[in-house]
């Protein structure tokens, strides 16, 4: 590929993005840090209720991705996996299925992930399965408390989805 070849321009396109859209999350991060401490994240609001199932929701908006993770956590972990393209579908699944785990693309076409999870209940584990860089996945973690995977290891992806509905479906003390 020459340095001027249409591949070549395309994913230099596509590491901007990247890189800019990392800097938004990165000075977002700064003003949540710089709120008072009494100002916390709205969590909670999409009007999950009642017991968790032993399922899993996969929020991914590219298709292919989307129908790979269905299958291959279905057929692994032997769960009902429901899969979905938006944030908006995830809310209405939550309702409906009261998934116990939520594996989540951070980039997401047309919506928003910060909103989303701000809006999860807290039991629900959430996975965040991402290519977004180290810095922006750690800030994920330590912001929601969600367990952060690099997408591509689909064998570790599999593993944190079981240890995390264990987590979700643990009997609560107190």
Not at 40 to 52: K, Q
Not at 87 to 92: P, S
Not at 112 to 131: H, Y
Request: aromatic fraction near 4%; hydrophobic fraction near 50%; glycine fraction near 8%.
């Amino acid at each position: 590929m020459s340095a001027h070849s249409p591949d070549t321009l395309r994913i230099q396109a596509l590491r901007e993005t990247l890189a800019a859209t990392d800097a938004r999350i990165v000075a977002s991060a700064q003003r949540i840090k710089a709120l008072p401490s009494n100002v916390v994240p709205l969590r909670g609001a999409t009007g999950v209720s009642g017991p968790l199932t032993r399922s899993v929701l996969v929020v991914e908006d590219d298709a292919e991705q989307r129908a790979i993770l269905r299958a291959a956590l279905g057929l692994t972990l032997g769960v009902a996996v429901y899969a979905v393209g938006t944030a908006n579908e995830a809310v209405a699944a939550l309702r409906e299925h009261r998934c116990a785990v939520v594996v989540l693309d951070w980039y997401l076409a047309n919506d928003t992930a910060e909103a989303f999870l701000d809006g999860l209940p807290r039991r629900v584990g959430v996975i965040v399965n991402s290519g977004a860089s180290a810095e922006v996945l750690a800030w994920v973690r330590d912001t929601f408390g969600a367990t952060t995977h690099a997408k591509g290891d689909n064998a570790g992806l599999t593993e944190g989805v079981r240890a995390a509905l264990d987590r979700a479906l643990a009997p609560r003390v107190g």
